[in-house]
């Protein structure tokens, strides 16, 4: 029976000591509220200039101060009466006793320093108000500045080493506290920051860099307090830089070659969005980048960013996330450039640009990267004349260099692959503009087309007896034909925006341009892929790996966005307009469907001719008669697609004639 009293004794000094911190603050938070302002201050004033004062009833007369301010109507007469206690924190900030109880009062007052400028200066609304009591957080600014250029130091050492403690995490939530503080005060002082912008951006993007590189090493994200502490820090940071960008612009120009380091605001750290904790950061740095393309002069930020853009891809890792990021940058920069400030750019753009198509690294993220280069020359070019786009192309041509069917190196289709990947991004952005480039290396697109077909359809007999050098010299060969899919994507492009203008480009110099370009792109239809070739796909990994070569290269099984013979061939045949022409692609189609030894071929051929049939309707009918002995061998194909293929075929044409053809097909 005792030890049932006991028991029960012991559990209501245990509820009791769990409810009543909570119901003592709820009394205190009730009495500062009856307090009038006057006597609510003088009270947390004589608290704070106590010599011994104890540091919770400090932290604890902050977060009061905190809360009680956020109520306060910022244009009311006690609102004045709060500016008055901003020395006493200022005070707080700087005794810094080297403890983390000590870190845990300037948290508090960096807190209530940051609520009481935001509360009484940015909530006002009036300028005139705005500046007549932002004089009272000068000496803050700076004092956080000092505390800044501490802290940072410490935190560098914490990111560098291994092994965080408690109180490194307290050194790193201080600096963010610090740097979230000083935010607010940029905002509220602006242009009176200007002595402090050297000592304030240093340290922070130090730090940032610092946390960035650590993020980047950790292998298990927001498990762990210094993870999250990290992030925050990242955070924090990179909003203290938003506030410098969207009010003081024009000063920044001096840190931006610091800022877009690799570690710096390009790092992957900042980009991702794996955890909760990521978000956030991703989002702000996306302000960041936006206020920094819109605010930041482009002559001044485009030289340094395309620096940066070379600076990335020099580092030990591959660097594509980096200058990518860069690149996006740059993008909006020129976007947002007019057009009598482009010229003295356009060679550090053009250089820059260049550097990324002379990149080659990881498969996918190259492959990302191009696709950002494409799109920050797109930018450029459309802010271009007609006449200035001609010799821009020209240079790029000249930096791909002749092509050499003997000299293939690693350089040589890189620089190929890179210049038909933006020959094709150009053609469907501007369509029948871009047709006179093209006329300009139609010799190349020849020669390209010329050596696939060579390579595809006639694949070399020859024997290598030593297996290494034998699938060396395959995946070379593989990689020399990796700018034939682009150059498809570039070809169909700019064959449906000649059909939209009515052909004339196509059928020009009496037709040997078509004939010169269907020749090859014809025997394409019957070539041997090999498996490893490298191929973009509209489709996921696993499933592209189920379609075979031949299928996506040529048949555009996964690709159609991407480039592919049959549908080159298509809109070649829209592009070509009247029967005379139509007569040696619709041979080159039939042979396809001819072909006895390989299924894949007579479903391109039939695929091929479905397609055109579709596409022109009854103009190509004048064909179908030379068509209707191969229909019908491929309606008994023991492939059923091919067989359901051309049964569709022989449909459209009934449709389109309006007669039936089983007697023709009997």
Not at 221 to 242: E, M, N, P, W
Request: hydrophobic share 40%.
């Amino acid at each position: 029976q005792t030890n049932k009293s006991d028991q029960n004794t012991f559990a209501l000094l245990k509820e009791f000591w769990e409810t009543a911190p909570t119901v003592v603050g709820n009394c205190l938070d009730l009495i500062q509220r009856l307090l009038p302002v006057s006597h609510f201050l003088a009270a947390l004033t004589s608290l704070m200039h106590e010599e011994d004062g104890n540091e919770a009833l400090l932290v604890r007369s902050s977060q009061l101060l905190s809360g009680r301010v956020s109520e306060i109507d910022p244009n009311s007469a006690e609102a004045s009466l709060f500016l008055e206690i901003v020395p006493n924190l200022v005070d707080l900030i700087s005794e810094a006793a080297g403890s983390r109880r000590a870190a845990v009062v300037q948290q508090a007052a960096l807190l209530a320093i940051e609520k009481l400028a935001h509360s009484l200066c940015l909530k006002s609304g009036d300028e005139k108000m705005l500046k007549s009591r932002s004089s009272y957080f000068t000496l803050a600014m700076e004092r956080v500045t000092v505390l800044l250029n501490i802290q940072a130091k410490k935190v560098v050492e914490v990111m560098q080493k291994e092994g965080a403690t408690t109180s490194d995490i307290s050194e790193s939530q201080l600096l963010s506290t610090a740097a979230l503080c000083a935010s607010t005060l940029i905002s509220v002082l602006k242009t009176r920051c200007l002595p402090l912008l050297s000592k304030l951006l240093t340290p922070l993007i130090s730090s940032l860099s610092s946390a960035n590189s650590f993020l980047g090493k950790q292998e298990t994200q927001g498990k762990d307090h210094i993870y999250q502490s990290a992030k925050l820090l990242q955070l924090s940071i990179v909003r203290t830089l938003l506030s410098v960008v969207e009010n003081l612009s024009q000063f920044v120009v001096p840190f931006l070659d610091m800022l877009l380091l690799p570690a710096g605001l390009p790092s992957p750290s900042l980009r991702q969005s794996a955890s909760e904790d990521d978000v956030p950061v991703l989002r702000m740095t996306e302000r960041l980048d936006d206020a920094l393309a819109k605010r930041t002069p482009a002559r001044q930020l485009i030289p340094v960013a395309c620096k940066a853009v070379a600076q990335c891809l020099k580092g030990e890792g591959s660097g594509c996330e980096e200058a990518q990021a860069v690149l996006s940058l740059l993008k909006s920069s020129i976007q947002g450039i007019s057009k009598s400030e482009l010229s003295p750019v356009v060679g550090k753009i053009l250089n820059a640009v260049v550097t990324v198509f002379s990149f080659s690294g990881d498969e996918d993220k190259s492959a990302n990267l191009q696709l950002s280069a494409n799109e920050t020359l797109l930018a450029l070019v459309m802010k271009l004349s007609e006449a200035q786009l001609r010799p821009l192309y020209a240079r790029l041509r000249e930096w791909r260099g002749e092509f050499s069917e003997e000299n293939q190196t690693k350089t040589t289709y890189v620089r190929r692959h890179a210049f038909w990947s933006l020959s094709a991004a150009l053609s469907i952005e501007l369509r029948s503009i871009f047709l006179p480039c093209l006329s300009s290396v139609l010799d190349d697109i020849v020669s390209e087309l010329e050596f696939a077909a060579s390579k595809l359809c006639n694949p070399t007999s020859a024997k290598i007896r030593n297996a290494g050098r034998k699938r060396q010299k395959l995946e070379v060969e593989n990689e020399s034909l990796k700018p034939l899919q682009p150059l498809l994507l570039c070809l169909e492009s700019a064959f449906k925006a000649d059909a939209h203008e009515g052909g004339g480009w196509i059928r020009g110099n009496d037709g040997k341009r078509y004939n010169m370009i269907l020749e090859p792109l014809g025997k394409l239809l019957q070539a041997k892929i090999p498996h490893g070739i490298p191929l973009q796909t509209s489709v996921g990994t696993k499933e592209a790996s189920s379609i075979s070569s031949y299928e996506k290269l040529v048949q555009g099984t996964g690709t159609v966005d991407h480039g592919n013979v049959v549908g080159c061939l298509a809109a070649l045949a829209t592009a070509a307009g009247n029967e005379q022409f139509w007569k040696p692609l619709n041979h080159s189609l039939l042979d396809a469907c001819s072909n006895e030894e390989r299924a894949e071929v007579r479903k391109a051929g039939i695929s091929g001719l479905l397609s055109v049939i579709q596409t022109l309707g009854e103009e190509y009918m004048v064909l179908l008669p030379e068509c209707l002995p191969i229909l019908s061998e491929l309606l008994e194909d023991e492939d059923e697609e091919i067989a359901a293929l051309a049964k569709e075929c022989i449909t459209q044409g009934e449709e389109l004639l309006g007669e039936s053809l089983e007697d023709a097909i009997s």
